[in-house]
């Protein structure tokens, strides 16, 4: 009697462990869920701006905060760093020149000590591309019979009184629309601008290359991008 009552108890044991057992993993596996629902929210919020799921747009106020930051970087490069000599007016030793060539000036500036430093400064802006349908860019600035930069003795040179590139357009972030896009390219149009005033409307296009947002586009303002290049 007392083997077939511990016999009941044992039994009734393992029945009321096995519930127990299955209620907790029905809580790990609703727990699984929601972590993958987490996981999923994650991936969401970074798709946008890293090589990620094809299902995921950029906003229109993403894509305003990725060209700001890019606009700026481009005004700097067209407007200073290729206007002639306006970054460099203050970073020249006039007393170091080019044997028989005096129109160029030993550079001063830390971050541009070589043709490869100004190069790799511009293409983390412009995708390769832009760059390489822009000829006369680095023809014009580092290719040409007075290139603005020369090298010397391993060392950076600026013809001081060089050809600059004009006025650096600026563009207005709020008038930008978004015209086409996929998984690593946005096409929008923006309204650019002529001595701060509205002036023209430009289609850009971005691309994103290696994880980061670079613009595909020329440096003409009168250019107008096509997204299939």
């Known amino acids: 009697m007392k083997k077939s ?6 039994s009734v044991a393992c029945i009321f462990m096995a ?5 907790m993993m029905g809580g790990c ?16 919020t970074t798709a946008g701006t890293t090589v990620g799921t094809t299902e995921t747009r950029l906003n229109e106020n ?15 490069i067209e ?13 020249v030793n006039p007393d170091k020149t080019i044997p028989s060539e005096p129109l160029y000036l030993l550079t001063t500036d830390p971050q ?14 412009y995708t390769l591309g832009c760059l390489d349908r822009q000829d006369s860019f680095y023809n014009r600035y580092m290719n ?33 629309i978004i015209l086409n896009q996929g998984t690593y390219f946005v096409e929008f149009e923006i309204t650019s601008t002529l001595f701060l005033e509205p002036s023209d409307i430009a289609i850009f296009t971005i691309k994103l290359v290696n ?8 440096f003409d303002e009168s250019y107008v991008n096509d997204s299939n290049e």
Do not use: Q
């Open 5 to 10: 009552m511990r016999g009941l108890y044992l």
């Open 144 to 176: 040409s019979e007075h290139p603005l930069f020369k090298e010397y003795n391993d060392e950076l040179y600026i013809r001081y009184e060089g050809e600059g590139h004009g006025f650096a357009t600026d563009y207005l972030i709020d008038t930008l």
């Open 19 to 23: 519930a127990v057992m299955a209620v």
């Open 211 to 218: 994880g980061k947002w670079l613009t595909d586009c020329t």
């Open 62 to 76: 993403e894509i305003k905060l990725i060209f700001e930051k890019l606009k700026d970087e481009m005004i700097f």
């Open 112 to 125: 541009f000590k070589s043709i490869a430093d100004i190069r790799t400064f511009v293409e983390k802006t």
């Open 79 to 91: 407007g200073l760093l290729f206007n002639g000599y306006t970054h460099f007016y203050d970073k």
């Open 29 to 44: 596996t609703e727990g699984t869920g929601a972590g993958g629902t987490t996981s999923g929210d994650a991936a969401g």
